[in-house]
């Protein structure tokens, strides 16, 4: 059940009630795409900087360990020992990823497996069913997530493709909520606008895909190359047409910035695998923007990442310490930035969440980008 709170603006405060607990949103999802936060990051260290979903991929767990192992072992939040929310992707973004792996048909798709070249088949049905064995709290509709840029006649037969496909995965999904071995007879079902760059192809899924009466409904195929100025566009078209009733969920994004700008229209849901990757890189986000922990001018430097940071890495080491663990190739240097990275992440939404119920979303977002601009210097 999605509640809203308060509004400011189009920016919403909200609360989303699951078998696995209750999300409050705005929200970021950390990505955990195997079953793990890349990192050497456990459910433990989650809980304890305040990540209230996890993300898992559903082509990744597919092809190992499997999602027959999975279910045997009881789901993913007991394969994983996580308690809370976790939303699994369909495997339609493969669709867009392994494009020189793969061939569509109205059955499905058929990829080459990244790792060993087999053959796997999904379609819709499949997708629900290797989900269904996840047990995850919330399952994508499996989708076709075109380039932005494709020609208009291929959008246009990709997207009714998707809402075909969407209607087979909840037909599916009604079937295996009802087995009785199944791991979660509650898994929710969120939908997929897609339609490029084109405002009106997008407008006119939107309208498709609301009939259904989902749970959810994302925005897919953005930050996949267009500008950020066409992201924006596309969210300040699509939104309006989307359920207000219902949570929003712009996938795959992004950036700090990104997020401030989708909270304005109207977004309650984020994922992306940035603070993650860049923190495994040496680079930290901060209120100044991003840093690059490996540069020379920290080998002696005593700070915290950043000041008045309430992470385990800023709690209790410095600059100098960290710079030097990502030199020698330690291990615990990528863990402690992605702890570090994750928090400001998950501490950047609560800030968002109080900022909107105090009415001074805009004042707010308009801060936290000027400070962004500072690029992380002192």
């Known amino acids: 059940m999605y509640k809203i709170l308060c509004k400011d603006g189009a920016a919403k405060r909200a609360e989303f009630t699951t078998v696995h607990g209750t999300v409050q949103t705005p929200v970021f999802m950390n990505v955990g795409t195997a079953a793990a936060i890349k990192g050497g990051v456990s459910s433990i260290d989650l809980a304890g900087i305040d990540t209230q979903i996890e993300l898992c991929n559903t082509y990744h767990l597919h092809v190992r360990p499997g999602d027959q192992v999975v279910k045997q072992m009881g789901g993913l939040q007991k394969f994983m020992n996580w308690q809370k929310p976790i939303l699994t992707d ?35 049905e499949e997708s629900m069913q290797i989900q269904s064995n996840l047990g995850s709290t919330i399952a994508m509709a499996f ?4 380039p932005s840029k494709a020609e208009r006649s291929y959008i246009e037969q990709s997207v009714a493709r998707t809402t075909r496909w969407l209607k087979r995965c909840k037909d599916e999904m009604n079937r295996l909520n009802g087995l009785e071995d199944t791991v979660n007879p509650h898994q929710m079902l969120f939908g997929i606008n897609q339609g490029g760059v084109i405002p009106e192809v ?177």
């Open 202 to 378: 997008r407008i006119e899924h939107a309208k498709q895909i609301r009939e259904l009466d989902l749970d959810g409904y994302a925005v897919g195929g953005l930050a996949v190359g267009e500008s950020h100025e066409e992201m924006y566009n596309v969210l300040d078209h699509v939104v309006p047409f989307l359920p207000e009733d219902k949570p929003v969920y712009l996938m795959g994004v992004g950036t700090p910035a990104n997020i401030l700008e989708a909270v304005s229209r109207g977004v309650d849901f984020f994922d992306c695998v940035y603070p993650t990757r860049n923190g495994r890189h040496g680079h930290a986000y901060t209120n100044r923007g991003r840093m690059n922990l490996k540069n020379e001018k920290y080998k002696l430097d005593p700070r915290p990442i950043e000041e008045r940071c309430g992470c385990p890495a800023c709690r209790n080491h410095s600059r100098a310490y960290i710079r030097h663990l990502l030199a020698a190739g330690e291990m615990l240097g990528c863990r402690l930035m992605v702890l570090h990275n994750l928090y400001f992440y998950n501490t950047m939404m609560q800030e968002i969440r109080d900022a909107i119920e105090k009415g001074c979303y805009e004042e707010y977002k308009k801060n936290k980008l000027e400070g962004f601009l500072r690029n992380g210097e002192d």
């Open 143 to 146: 989708d076709e997530c075109p």
């Open 90 to 124: 369909s495997g339609g973004f493969q669709v867009f990823s392994l494009a020189k792996l793969r061939k569509i048909k109205e059955e499905g798709v058929t990829f080459n497996c990244h790792l060993d070249g087999h053959r796997i088949f999904m379609g819709p």
